[in-house]
């Protein structure tokens, strides 16, 4: 079945730094990856996702990166601000059909000014 | 308009007793997640719903977890004879269908004693 590898665990950088994490994934059929932001006591929240014909994608200071041949994907946060902190999860379709997400463990975000 | 509702917030239950999580998906949405994320840990893919069908059960951890969908609305989870081991929170989700966005509720704190 589908993995999905999540690293770092912990990210600890500066207010106004980049924050990146990356996500690998095993299955080839795989064709939706969104990633979620998710605060203590809530549920996780999309936001943004990035689909297997596009390379790239771009929400103000939120980026996705895709390589579908190496079957890695990648969250790039700009311009960090305390609010960014929370556990951030990357997901992987379970294949081209399947609708559920198989998510990474997730990466706690520590934002300091 | 509402989100995804859980219900109850929290619960604390005795060993071996069963519990039932309940889940009002977001109205119009066809498909339908469980998943179970235990302190500190990534998204576990339990069971999802299309419609009322179970099209993969193939999460679902042990016989003592069943989960049914009515009117391609509420979702109940079942946990019978619950484990020590069953402690956790319950997230569900809804989306439009295949390859959409998932929203996920505030999920249910499940405690076993």
């Known amino acids: 079945g589908e993995n999905v590898e999540q690293h770092p665990s912990t990210l600890s950088v500066q207010e106004g730094d980049s924050a990146v994490i990356k996500c690998t994934y095993s299955?080839?059929?795989?064709?939706?990856f969104p990633w979620y932001k998710q605060e203590l006591g809530k549920g996780p929240q999309l936001i943004i996702d990035i689909r297997s014909n596009v390379g790239e994608k771009k929400d103000q200071r939120i980026a996705v990166t895709l390589n579908k041949t190496a079957k890695h994907f990648s969250l790039h946060i700009t311009e960090t601000q305390p609010e960014d902190s929370a556990v951030y999860f990357c997901?992987?379709?379970?294949?081209?059909?399947?609708?559920?997400?198989?998510f990474g463990k997730g990466t706690t975000l520590s934002v300091s000014s | 308009g509402a989100g995804v509702s859980q219900s109850p917030s929290n619960k604390v239950t005795e060993k071996g007793k069963d519990v039932e999580l309940r889940c009002d998906p977001i109205s119009g949405h066809t498909a339908l997640y469980w998943y179970r994320q235990r302190l500190g840990q990534g998204l576990e893919f339990l069971i999802y719903f299309q419609g009322n069908s179970a099209p993969d059960k193939s999460g679902l951890p042990s016989d003592r977890f069943s989960a049914e969908r009515t009117g391609e609305s509420v979702s109940t989870l079942t946990i019978q004879r619950t484990q020590q081991e069953d402690s956790a929170v319950y997230l569900c989700?809804?989306?439009?269908?295949?390859?959409?966005?998932?929203?996920f509720g505030n999920g249910t704190r499940l405690t076993v004693t």
């Open positions: 989700a809804s989306s439009q269908g295949e390859g959409r966005p998932l929203h």
């Open positions: 997901a992987a379709s379970m294949g081209q059909a399947g609708t559920a997400l198989i």
């Open positions: 299955d080839s059929a795989s064709n939706y």
